[in-house]
Each structure stands twice: as structure tokens, then as C-alpha cells.
């Protein structure tokens, strides 16, 4: 069983700052990437930032600049750092892993239950 939890969202003004963790725990050998999407109301969910285990990463064409993602591998944790934040940021934000639960076993997703991030105009 892997459980992937997500925290830190809530109310932030325009401009400010917001950081998401997100941790993973359970049965896992290893993780291959972990990623951040979010899902606005009457939206497709979307890819906001993704990291693999070595540290590549990937962002949305809507954050790059101002959202950093980064990783913790010995907790098995991924990070959301949010600057310069904008009304149309306002989404669920849901955390995503890519676990390996054995060493003869391919990876498979889990997902979080969803933070949601509200910005104020």
C-alpha cells in the first residue's frame, strides 16, 4: 500500500509565495518521478511540474520563472515553490508518483487526494 499526501495550500494574495509538499509512504523500493498537476473548476487537470530521480525536470509553459519543483529522495518527498502567484493559478493542486514497489516490479502511479491553492486578486 503507497499513500501519497499533499499539504500547504490555502488563501494567498496576488504576488505572494506558497510552498507544497508532498510525501510519499508505504510499501515503496523506489520512486521514478514525481510531479505536480492541478485542476481548475470546468478544467482538464494539467501538468503543472514534474522531477525525475535524478533531477531533470519539466515545467508548464504558464510557471516557468515562478514555480520550482524539487525533491527529497531519502523522504521520499517532492516540493512546489510558488512565486509570483496569479488569480488563474487558483486550482487543486494533486501530487503524483511514479512508485516501484519492488525491485522486479515496473512503476506504477499514485495519486494524493489534492491541496487546493487560492489566489486572491
Known amino acids: 500500500q503507497v499513500h501519497v499526501v499533499e499539504s500547504g495550500g490555502g488563501l494567498v494574495q496576488a504576488g505572494g509565495p506558497l510552498r507544497l509538499p508532498c510525501a510519499a509512504s508505504?510499501?515503496?523500493?523506489?520512486?521514478?518521478?514525481m510531479g505536480w498537476y492541478r485542476q481548475a473548476p470546468g478544467k482538464p487537470r494539467e501538468l503543472v511540474a514534474a522531477i525525475t530521480s535524478g533531477g531533470s525536470t519539466n515545467y508548464a509553459e504558464s510557471v516557468k520563472g515562478r514555480f520550482t519543483i524539487s525533491r527529497d529522495n531519502a523522504k521520499n518527498t517532492v516540493y512546489l515553490r510558488m512565486n509570483s502567484l496569479k488569480p488563474e493559478d487558483t486550482a487543486v493542486y494533486y501530487c503524483?508518483?511514479?512508485?516501484?514497489?519492488?525491485?522486479?516490479?515496473?512503476?506504477?502511479?499514485?495519486w494524493g487526494q489534492g491541496t487546493q491553492v487560492t489566489v486572491s486578486s
Open positions: 508505504g510499501s515503496i523500493f523506489s520512486i521514478n518521478s
Open positions: 503524483n508518483a511514479d512508485v516501484v514497489q519492488s525491485w522486479f516490479e515496473s512503476g506504477r502511479y499514485y
